[in-house]
């Protein structure tokens, strides 16, 4: 079983940066992602990694803005976000799966965290 636990969202002014945080226990995975769901929306994927190799994908949203990476000494996922927009504002959630295909995609994902709330104004 794995669990995940996310830290680092807060309220930032557009334009601004902030660094997620998910710390794995576990390693019953080969991938981790990110996540995020504004209210009424779907829950969409924002960048992924697979953590055998480093390889990332992004969406098209954030490219250029988001970077992940991970820590493997620390089982540890970062999203770095510069330049944030308002419309990035949203719950932030880590998962961790076995992905066979697409890192973005929450299907391919067996383990959650409970999210952390980034708000831009």
């Known amino acids: 079983h794995v669990q995940l636990v996310e830290s680092g969202g807060e309220s930032v002014q557009a334009g601004g940066s902030l660094r997620l945080s998910c710390a794995a226990s576990?390693?019953?995975?080969?991938?981790m992602g990110w996540f995020r769901q504004a209210p009424g929306k779907e829950r969409e994927g924002v960048a992924g990694?697979?953590?055998?190799?480093?390889?990332?994908d992004y969406a098209d949203s954030v490219k250029g803005r988001f970077t992940i990476s991970r820590d493997r000494s620390k089982n540890t996922v970062y999203l770095q976000m510069n330049s944030l927009k308002p419309e990035d504002a949203a719950m932030y959630y880590c998962?961790?799966?076995?992905?066979?295909?697409?890192?973005?995609?929450?299907?391919?994902?067996?383990?959650w965290g409970q999210g952390t709330q980034v708000t831009v104004s």
């Open positions: 990694i697979y953590t055998t190799n480093g390889r990332t």
């Open positions: 576990g390693y019953a995975f080969n991938s």
């Open positions: 998962a961790a799966g076995w992905v066979n295909r697409n890192v973005l995609s929450k299907a391919e994902y067996d383990y």
